[in-house]
């Protein structure tokens, strides 16, 4: 086995709209999802001689690596005993930070284990990502999504025109679960009703490949839930606002702060402009599958 490496893009939520509590413990919600060329790299070479099972090295990362489990569940699904393989995942997205790192990471070793093993099998490997979370389905094979459901329907959208978005990370972190649970405590769920009128608002608008949703839509239903959690974002949202972002917004659950530009030199101008803080924030556009080269899905 030669070693392989995949890019692993974060996504961008371009606004949330959160609906009721489910069954399942998930919330009902529709998201535009969006990858930017903010990516971790994925390389697998074999294990060294010796080890049993699969490894994964991931500065920065504690607990479990979902990108291993993404190999553990992909070999149960679908049997193939390959020799063991060595992940090493170099980290570029910030971890906890509502951008869908760690589901990257998995969606680019779900595509390792395709390639290593031959098995061409798209509506297993969804299902194998589904299982690992909710972000993960749209990482198997990044684009744009509308993301329905609790987030793991997807329907692909026209890739958009390129645009500018400065991604400014926070030195917190936040959980998820805590962040949607802030959300009822401060009932910020919509209807069923309103969630499904959004939804087709959304297809609508989006279905000529416009950069960015309506602006009405263009907002995160979560973001006075992690602002709750962590009230300094609200100062960050003016920072980035005051940087000439046409919108800014929580991304996802947070606590990373987006801001939407024309273009990506005024993401840049704007990225030099908040420069001081730390972590640094960075200017990046939309990522395009393509990058994955030909032949891929
Ligand atoms: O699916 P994932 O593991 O990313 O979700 C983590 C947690 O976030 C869920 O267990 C749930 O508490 C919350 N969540 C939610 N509604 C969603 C997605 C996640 O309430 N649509």
């Avoid at 869908?100 to 299902?127: K, P, Q, T, W, Y």
């Amino acid at each position: 086995m030669t070693a392989i490496t995949e890019p692993a893009p974060a996504k961008v939520n371009l606004g949330l709209t959160l609906g009721p509590l489910r069954e399942d413990g998930r919330h009902r919600l529709v998201t535009v999802m969006q990858p930017v060329g903010l990516c971790d790299r994925v390389s697998a070479a074999p294990a060294p001689l010796g080890a049993g099972e699969d490894e994964c090295l991931c500065e920065g990362v504690e607990g479990e690596n979902l990108a291993l489990a993404a190999l553990r569940d992909f070999r149960a699904a679908t049997g193939w005993d390959g020799a063991p393989v060595r992940l090493e995942i170099e980290k570029k997205i910030p971890v906890a930070a509502g951008m869908a790192g760690g589901s990257a990471d998995a969606g680019a070793a779900l595509r390792i284990a395709e390639r290593l093993s031959g098995i061409e099998d798209d509506e297993l490997v969804d299902s194998v990502a589904a299982g690992l979370g909710s972000d993960v389905p749209a990482q198997v094979w990044p684009t744009r999504y509308l993301a329905t459901g609790a987030g793991d329907v997807l329907h692909a959208l026209p890739e958009p025109a390129p645009f500018g978005v400065l991604v400014v990370p926070s030195r917190h972190r936040l959980s998820t679960p805590d962040v949607f649970r802030e959300a009822d405590r401060l009932g910020l769920a919509r209807s069923g009703a309103e969630v499904e009128a959004r939804e087709a608002e959304l297809v609508g608008a989006l279905a000529a490949g416009a950069a960015f949703p309506p602006e009405d839509l263009m907002e995160n239903d979560l973001e006075p839930a992690a602002v709750s959690l962590l009230p300094e974002l609200e100062w960050t949202l003016d920072e980035v606002r005051g940087a000439g972002a046409l919108r800014a917004f929580v991304c996802g659950s947070g606590p990373t702060v987006i801001g939407l530009f024309d273009v990506l030199g005024s993401a840049v101008a704007a990225a030099t402009a908040l420069a001081g803080r730390d972590p640094r924030p960075v200017a990046v556009e939309p990522w395009y599958p393509s990058a994955l080269g030909p032949g891929r899905r």
